[in-house]
């Protein structure tokens, strides 16, 4: 992609392959994770570089280009993105500046605002100076993990799933008991988990009726134990962004986010050929989310951008770019009169909205990292 020359895209090279695009780390373990990604990782162009502008640290491509410099030309201030490749990632940039690297907005997903809101990382919101929030749906307003929006606005929000090949697996897969039997059986050998610990956990919590949640060291034991027995054998690949191996008809069964997925079907030369399932079961909720920085330079610049995106017309075109349902009331009708493609894969019904359950920091956060890391070490072996 040809970018702009007053928009800037960075991604830490020694990250770019081996980081989720949402790593699950949390408490004490994320603390460890953090330190040595801020060991480690190279520098994103000094952080924040222009004086003059607006500072944005983000994920990667996840943006409309032509959003933000259309920004640029009704606002003024030109765009500096830089890119990171997890939370803890993030947090630990921040964390070490204390307030000094110059970004004014960064984008955590909905488990980290308190942990960087108790660490004074993020500015509290004047709500005076996003007038816009009044567009936003309830579902993503006064939400768990940050009531009465103190800290953070809804940039978009999504769940997990899987496709399967249906030219090779004959059968209807409905639920995370089918993607794990399946996994071993039709698609041994040739299915993929996503390169993301707490999600890799959630297939098998709710596909035996636990709490994706849970500390409960006899269910954390019982699924180590199925993991590396009975699912390790048969893992191909472990991926962070799956559109491409789905586009290409890469694997049988692909462990998947919604947006992802979308993408990757549509770019496929026979876009029927994979099923997206939205497993019956539950699933995992995530909601990313604008925030800006304790110590922002250019403060009323932010407000000014998050205010713009959350525009309706801004947003419909956010969300036409990266597939994901951006939170705005009325958001699916636009959608819908703008004839975008596989809506059913962006928005998700009543009923399986029920179903799904945000996921948190918990005490079991390490356990579950250390359990993922033999997994890698066993798969396919």
Known sequence: MNQPQHLRALV??????????RAFL????????????????????????????????????YDDPAVLTDFTSAKGPKITVDSYGSNPEMIAKLSAAKGTTGYDICVPTHSSIQQMATGGLLTELDHTKLPNMKNLNAKVVNTPFDPGNKYSVCKDWGSTGY???????????TSWADFLDAAQKEASGSFS?????????FTYFWANGIDENTTD????????????DKIAPHVQAFESSTNTSISSSARTLIHCWNGDARLGILANAEPDRYKWVWPSEGANLWQDNWAIVKGAPHEDAAYAFINYVLDPTVSLKELTYIGYNTGIEGIEAAATKADIKRPDMVFISDDIMKKLVYSQMTSADGTIIGIYDELKAAAGK
């Open 12 to 21: 830490p090279d020694a990250l770019k392959n081996s980081l989720s695009r």
């Open 26 to 61: 949390g408490g004490t373990a994320a603390l460890g994770a953090a330190a040595f990604l801020a060991a480690c990782s190279k520098p994103s162009g000094g952080g924040g570089s222009s004086s003059d502008g607006l500072n944005i640290y983000t994920w990667g491509e």
């Open 163 to 173: 496709v399967y090949d249906s030219t090779v697996i004959k059968r209807e897969l």
């Open 193 to 201: 988990l996503l390169e993301d610990q707490g999600e890799v956990a």
């Open 217 to 228: 060291p006899v269910h954390i034991a019982a699924y180590r134990s199925f993991i590396l």
